[in-house]
């Protein structure tokens, strides 16, 4: 709604029952996890990844879930968790390097 819309901070914190500055931090830090770019190459490069790869880094680097929260809500064990996001770290960091070279 913020995006789209252009309501206000006042207007979606009034509809979401919270403060102003509960939705000012919510969305700065959403905006920041977008521009933050792993989840963009991830997309770039969603032929090397599952989709339950696919899946954990959404969760992981959209939602801002730990990875604990990540495990318990996919039904995996915290360290096929863990072992996905370091994948897919080390696949945005080889994408990263190849950009800038």
């Known amino acids: 709604m913020y995006l789209e819309n252009g309501n206000s901070f006042r207007q979606l914190a009034r509809l979401a029952g919270v403060s102003e500055a509960n939705i000012a931090r919510r969305i700065r830090r959403l905006i920041d996890r977008l521009t933050g770019g792993q989840y963009v190459m991830c997309l ?20 801002g ?32 390097n190849a950009r800038t070279k």
Request: proline share 2%.
């Open 44 to 63: 770039r490069n969603r032929q090397n990844l599952t989709r339950t790869e696919l899946l954990v880094a959404r969760d992981h680097f959209i939602r």
């Open 65 to 96: 879930w730990p990875l604990r929260k990540i495990a318990a809500t996919h039904n995996y064990t915290f360290y096929q968790v863990r072992k996905i996001v370091k994948k897919v770290e080390r696949l945005a960091q080889i994408a990263d």
